[in-house]
């Protein structure tokens, strides 16, 4: 047994370890359980394990009440579950939750204290919920006057004399689940209680005004215990006093008070939603650990149109945070989120140069603010993304947001309050550490590895060429149910949430990856996906729709390898005419002096790794079909050319890896002002390269040996390179590939999945050592055992994807920025690989029989 073959098989045996570990734990917990999914039907003897939860803090300060929620679905449970979630020191509180506000439990929540050390979650499930006591941290609180009777307002609000506005006389306050006032309901009508719902943490408590001013007030607490329900209960002076509990410290007026929203109008001036047909309050969540309400506005009349808008407002324990989900009916132009402005407070604004789309800012102010004249901070967050402008009016410190979405449109926010008294907070200095701390956990998510029991009975079958193409197919499938033929010209890219684009990852990875696996199971449905997407871009006369050729994006290249396909297979001209309309963009695509294709242009001089396979294998299969002798010659020697001016500006000598990106100005804030290279080495990057190597291997011809060799050997010399930083433990490969104990760092499928693709095709053809087939299979087994999740309904998801990485505009190159953005799951810059690398290891494996 040579040492790679025993490497091999230590990292499958400790996957499959991991996997049987958790059927024997269900198994000797309850002894008669057929699938975790039958637990609550059959178990008398205990409980069943659903799943094992790794977490780690990512950040370099301590993350106490941090909420973790697990979906049902990812856990493989096909309903509502009595589960416990517990470490090996003690049962956690957790709570059944409804995250999407839609009237259905769909998943769990819990509260960890996350330090310097990662913990190690396991949840079971009973026949019978839990009667471990748990404390309530949180409460949602809705109540209004019952028994007394509506008389004309006695002191109506100055802006309404005389307008029929009543108020409400005797009766005694009853809490309700939903609330729609009557028409003539108005500010300080004694009705409702302080004045709407309400909802509070162990940490601070907000009430939402359910009138005409719809504005955020706050509670400022002396006390971790639910007290809403007790406030107001005399009247609306009581609550202004400082009470043991804490008091009212916001004076709100005619702004948004803290957190509040409402929109820019086309007069360029704050329009609150003041004007609807109705307001309706409700109570989504009253739990333990987390609380939501709803308020629905029917008939909002805006100076750019009627229409309908829906607030969702939750809050969990331990946090000043109050998370904000708005949608609307009908497109706006924006969302106004603010806080109050009082004079003397000073204004604070995150530096959102600095961070990427996806990174959270805020805007804030300090000062002593409070109807107590204590120190009060108040913050909303938004992503970068998000924001069209920041500003200010007479009233409030305002950030306009752009709302996503297709038919309806979404935008979220969070704001929160810090009171002097309750936080202990005293400065300036403070409160913005406070602030950069939330911003960063918004941010940087904990990392979380999830292994469930569903899916490890599928993992644990043994590996072999038919049960890897039948993974192929298990995460094909899943997607075609979900979005894969989404992306269409007239579809919608869920992830991104915006049309698609003409583009390497939707139209061009996945399609294609789709395509391969047809041919290999010669099944139409998948080869019809290049159709269905790839080609609906095309037009009869082969203009190409969401593309402009000025913008030299060689990002829009990819693409192309499925049009030459659907010329193949239908002899249909326009397909030929687009790729020939690609083709001619890499003939006019700005270079380095040296030759090297610029990744977009407006990325000058500045060459990526990613953007090898984004151009190459296009190129080179464009050229191998349709090009002939000293053009053909040409294109070939442009391709290759291209392979050796990415390594001599990107290879580090020392390790063998290569950095992500390369400015030849060295003008760049992310470039080394000596060698023009970023600073780290991103996993995925170094995929793309890996996969773009072998797939140009394909087009150059046999005869061409020196070129040949000089891909050859760089095959060669990435396979050794690369292995060096495959982890030992489960075969897969870390986000930045040199530093898997790096705070936050995390294993990433995409670049696994990736790197599994190279290895397998690069055996599969003879290009590299036949001892390379334990790495390959470890890869293979690694991305099964770490990354895949399979549902109860028998779908299939890949998680742990870097979401998107790239340099400039905010994004530093920093190792914090590679963990700075987000970690999704079922992207298709992971599935297209993914399928890949099931197809080529399913070829290496009945290579083996």
């Excluded at 024997?24 to 008398?44: G, R």
């Excluded at 005293?426 to 029991?453: C, G, M, V, W």
């Excluded at 920093?814 to 298709?828: A, F, G, I, L, R």
Aim: contains cysteine.
């Amino acid at each position: 047994m040579t040492l790679k073959t025993s490497l091999l098989s230590k990292r499958i045996l400790m996957g499959t370890a991991l996997s049987s570990s958790l059927l024997l734990i269900a198994c000797q917990e309850h002894a008669d359980l057929k699938t975790p999914l039958q637990a609550s039907e059959t178990n008398s003897l205990g409980s069943a394990l659903v799943a094992k939860v790794d977490i780690v803090n990512p950040s370099s300060f301590k993350r106490p009440d941090e909420p973790i929620y697990l979906s049902y679905y990812d856990l493989g449970l096909s309903q509502t579950a009595a589960l416990t979630v517990k470490t090996a020191q003690q049962v956690l509180p957790s709570q059944a939750v409804d995250i999407n506000s839609d009237g259905e439990l769909d998943g769990v929540y819990f509260i960890v204290d996350l330090n310097d050390k990662p913990i190690e979650v396991t949840i079971t499930q009973q026949s019978s919920p839990s009667i471990t006591a748990q404390t309530k941290r949180v409460q949602a609180d809705l109540a209004h006057k019952q028994g007394g009777q509506w008389q004309p307002h006695s002191r109506p609000p100055k802006h309404q004399v005389g307008t029929g506005k009543k108020e409400y006389v005797g009766g005694e306050f009853k809490n309700v689940d939903e609330l729609t006032p009557p028409d003539y309901y108005t500010d300080h009508s004694n009705w409702i209680r302080y004045e709407g719902p309400g909802i509070e943490s162990d940490k601070v408590g907000y009430r939402f005004y359910l009138d005409w001013r719809n504005g955020f007030d706050i509670f400022g607490k002396l006390t971790t215990q639910p007290v809403l329900h007790t406030v107001g209960l005399d009247g609306y002076s009581s609550y202004h006093d400082k009470q043991d509990w804490g008091m009212d410290i916001l004076k709100v007026g005619k702004s948004l008070g803290a957190g509040g929203f409402g929109l820019m109008g086309n007069n360029d001036e704050l329009e609150h939603v003041a004007d609807v047909s109705s307001r309706t309050a409700r109570i989504i969540e009253n739990g333990d650990l987390r609380a939501s309400i709803q308020i629905d506005y029917q008939g909002w009349r805006n100076s750019y149109q009627n229409q309908n808008l829906t607030a969702n407002i939750s809050m969990h324990a331990g946090s000043r945070l109050a998370h904000v989900e708005l949608s609307t009916d009908k497109n706006l132009p924006n969302i106004v989120a603010g806080v109050v402005k009082h004079p003397e407070t000073e204004f604070i604004q995150a530096d959102l140069d600095t961070m990427s789309n996806y990174g959270y800012g805020y805007i804030a102010s300090w000062g002593n603010q409070s109807l107590d004249k204590s120190a009060l901070g108040m913050a909303v967050f938004f992503k970068k993304g998000d924001v069209i402008d920041v500003r200010q009016d007479k009233n409030n410190y305002l950030a306009v947001l752009k709302p996503k979405g297709q038919s309806a449109q979404h935008t979220d926010y969070y704001f929160a309050s810090v009171w002097q008294p309750e936080s202990g907070i005293n400065d300036k200095e403070s409160f913005i550490e406070y602030l950069d701390q939330q911003a960063e956990r918004l941010t940087i998510k904990p990392r979380i590895t999830l292994h469930t029991t569903v899916t490890a009975k599928k993992t644990t079958q043994p590996l072999n060429d038919k049960i890897a193409l039948e993974w192929a197919r298990a995460l094909a499938d899943s997607e075609l149910k979900r979005k894969a033929l989404g992306y269409h010209a007239n579809g919608w890219d869920v992830n991104r949430k915006r049309s698609p684009k003409f583009e390497y990852d939707i139209i061009g990875l996945q399609p294609y990856a789709y395509y391969q696996l047809g041919m290999a199971t010669d099944e139409q449905t998948y080869k019809n996906v290049i159709a269905q997407v790839a080609g609906s871009f095309i037009d009869q006369q082969g203009k190409i729709t969401a593309y402009k050729q000025s913008n030299f994006n060689i990002d829009n290249i990819p693409p192309g390898r499925n049009l030459i396909q659907l010329y193949q297979d239908t002899q249909q001209q326009q397909y030929l005419s687009a790729a020939k309309a690609l083709r001619a963009q890499l003939q006019l695509q700005p270079r380095t002096s040296q030759g090297a294709f610029w990744h977009k242009n407006k990325y000058q001089h500045q060459v990526w790794l990613d953007g090898v396979y984004m151009g190459m294998p296009f190129l080179a299969q464009y050229g191998s079909l349709f090009e002939t002798g000293h053009q053909q010659q040409e294109t070939f020697a442009e391709v290759v050319n291209e392979f050796k001016l990415t390594r001599e500006a990107l290879r580090d000598p020392k390790t063998g890896l290569y950095y992500h990106g390369w400015d030849e100005s060295k003008q760049q804030a992310w470039a080394n002002k000596q060698t023009g290279v970023s600073a780290e080495f991103w996993g995925r990057g170094m995929g793309w390269l890996a996969m773009s190597v072998v797939d140009v291997l394909d087009y150059i011809p046999a005869k061409n040996t020196e070129q040949r060799d000089t891909l050859l050997a760089m095959v060669k010399e990435l396979a050794t390179d690369i292995a060096k930083v495959q982890d030992t433990d489960t075969g897969t490969w870390w986000q930045v590939l040199d530093k898997p104990t790096a705070l936050g760092n995390y294993q990433e499928s995409t670049a696994t999945a990736m790197f599994a693709y190279f290895y397998a095709k690069a055996l599969n053809n003879g290009y590299i050592d036949a001892d390379y087939q334990d790495t390959a299979l470890a890869a293979y087994q690694g991305l099964l055992n770490q990354f895949t999740l399979v549902h109860s309904d028998g779908t299939v998801s890949m998680t742990n994807q870097c979401y998107v990485a790239g340099l400039g505009f905010g994004r530093d190159g920093s190792y914090h920025y590679y963990m700075s953005e987000p970690v999704s799951k079922n992207d298709p810059k992971g599935n297209g690989p993914f399928i890949l690398a099931s197809l080529e290891v399913a070829k290496l494996l009945a290579g083996n029989n």
